[in-house]
């Protein structure tokens, strides 16, 4: 099937810095991905909406200055949670659609913010 | 506001019998329709989609759907330990983005 990649798997920083975290599609190029995170026990949450070439589309109540979305070519998008506080710490996923009627997830970036 | 609805569970099915799933959808405009299993601390894997009414099966996994009723469900026969996860039902939205609407997923417990 077709293969998402995450890096990095896990990341602990303290409060107040940055955190870059890329998605690659490996075996397809994707026009559109997505960014979601999951609290521990919660749902899937969309956060975003990478688009290449444009503007990040960002779901109700996701801060955009907060969460930088940067999809700079078809195979990869990053995100970057800005001024990191320890409520960002979750799990956050990115997934792709290798075509129009599937999404496959990448496997996850854990964050934790001390 | 576009929702997908399923039971949290946990649901407990004896290892061996089949397990049933289920999962409800607000937007009649819903074209493809996706189950996916996620084991903790793992991201999800897509184990099956469907797009027309009827039923659609991929091993020991049947998935069911019913546009009229906005319904579809996943059974999975000769339940095994290693198909407890949560089951998470999911939408395309079929917008320009391609979106895909997540229910907040069943927790399936299998009793050995």
């Known amino acids: 099937g077709a293969v998402v990649s995450q890096h990095p798997s896990r990341v602990i920083c303290k409060s107040g810095t940055s955190v870059k975290i890329e998605c690659r599609s490996l075996d397809f190029q994707a026009t559109t991905m997505f960014w979601y995170r999951q609290f521990p026990k919660q749902s899937l949450m969309l956060m975003a909406t990478?688009?290449?070439?444009?503007?990040?589309?960002?779901e109700q109540g996701v801060e955009k200055d907060k969460f930088l979305i940067n999809h700079a070519s078809l195979t990869l998008s990053t995100l970057t949670v800005t001024s990191a506080h320890p409520e960002d710490s979750s799990f956050y996923i990115c997934?792709?659609?290798?075509?129009?009627?599937?999404?496959?997830f990448g496997p996850g970036t854990r964050l934790l913010v001390l | 506001q576009k929702e997908v609805e399923q039971n949290s569970g946990p649901l407990s099915v004896p290892e061996g019998a089949i397990a049933s799933l289920n999962c409800t959808y607000s937007d009649r405009g819903s074209q493809s329709f996706f189950w996916y299993r996620q084991y903790s601390g793992k991201s999800p894997e897509l184990i099956m989609f469907i797009y027309s009414n009827g039923d659609k099966e991929d091993g020991r996994f049947t998935a069911q759907l019913n546009k009229a009723s906005q319904y579809v469900s996943l059974l999975i026969r000769d339940s095994q330990p290693s198909d407890s996860a949560t089951y998470l039902c999911a939408v395309n939205m079929f917008d320009r983005d391609d979106k895909i609407i997540f229910g907040k997923g069943t927790r399936l417990h299998i009793l050995p």
């Open positions: 997934s792709a659609n290798p075509r129009r009627e599937t999404q496959y």
């Open positions: 990478s688009n290449e070439g444009s503007k990040a589309t960002y």
